[in-house]
């Protein structure tokens, strides 16, 4: 079974640009979690999202924002790039409950010059 | 708010030295733990999990004990390799709301041979 999917695995992008972020969990899994990791951190929690409703966000700007497909599958959209917004941005999927883990994707690398 | 703090890094063992990554952590009630390993480049990986106290979570030779009374989820394995030079963090599974995870800072475990 695939497990959970990012695209594209990296991207450089000017600030002041748009980008969106694509993720596809694990095939039964109805959660999808986003979160950032800056260079040399533990990573951050941005949003999560099940059965397309938003169910939690973190200490983030407006300029984030989500959403969940039927499919399950989601987006991590970021207007208004700035350099601070350079990092490792990962997905996890799990089940409705996250006492059992989570299973993240490999990340989407961004780069904002 | 819930917090986890990590041993500083780097360390760096010989190979097959006995290791031990500190991890201690601040909850309401009784979160679930986990220890995730990031390789170079790569996502994070469950490496072990336990979901209440005095559970022990193993995998691959690593050990960690959930214990409630000095509210601690150590990381032990009794002999290392070259190949389980990764990058640690100790998570917690908040147990109200989106049940994010919240992570330490992390720990760079270097093994030289």
């Known amino acids: 079974d695939a497990g959970v999917t990012q695209s594209p695995t990296h991207l450089i992008k000017t600030r002041g640009q748009q980008v969106t972020l694509r993720c596809s969990p694990i095939?039964?899994?109805?959660?999808v979690s986003w979160y950032q990791q800056v260079l040399g951190q533990g990573p951050q929690f941005i949003f999560q999202y099940y059965e397309k409703e938003e169910r939690g966000r973190g200490n983030f700007p407006d300029r984030f924002s989500a959403r969940q497909f039927p499919n399950y599958s989601s987006e991590l959209n970021v207007n208004a790039l700035l350099l601070g917004d350079s990092a490792l941005y990962l997905c996890?999927?799990?089940?409705?409950?996250?006492?059992?883990?989570?299973?993240f994707g490999s990340g989407t690398r961004l780069t904002v010059v | 708010g819930n917090s986890v703090t990590q041993m500083e890094g780097p360390v760096t063992l010989s190979e097959e030295a006995f290791l031990t990554i500190n991890c201690t952590y601040t909850?309401?009630?009784?979160?679930?733990l986990f220890w995730y390993v990031q390789y170079p480049g790569e996502g994070l990986q469950l490496l072990l999990k336990a979901t209440k106290a005095d559970d022990k979570g193993s995998n691959k030779g690593f050990e960690a004990t959930y214990r409630k009374e000095t509210t601690s989820f150590h990381l032990e394995k009794g002999s290392v390799q070259v190949s389980d030079s990764a990058v640690y963090f100790c998570?917690?599974?908040?147990?109200?709301?989106?049940?994010?995870?919240?992570f330490g800072q992390g720990t760079r475990l270097t093994i030289n041979p």
């Open positions: 909850a309401t009630g009784y979160p679930s």
């Open positions: 095939s039964g899994h109805k959660s």
């Open positions: 996890a999927s799990s089940l409705w409950t996250g006492e059992y883990g989570y299973t």
């Open positions: 998570a917690l599974s908040e147990i109200q709301g989106a049940q994010k995870l919240v």
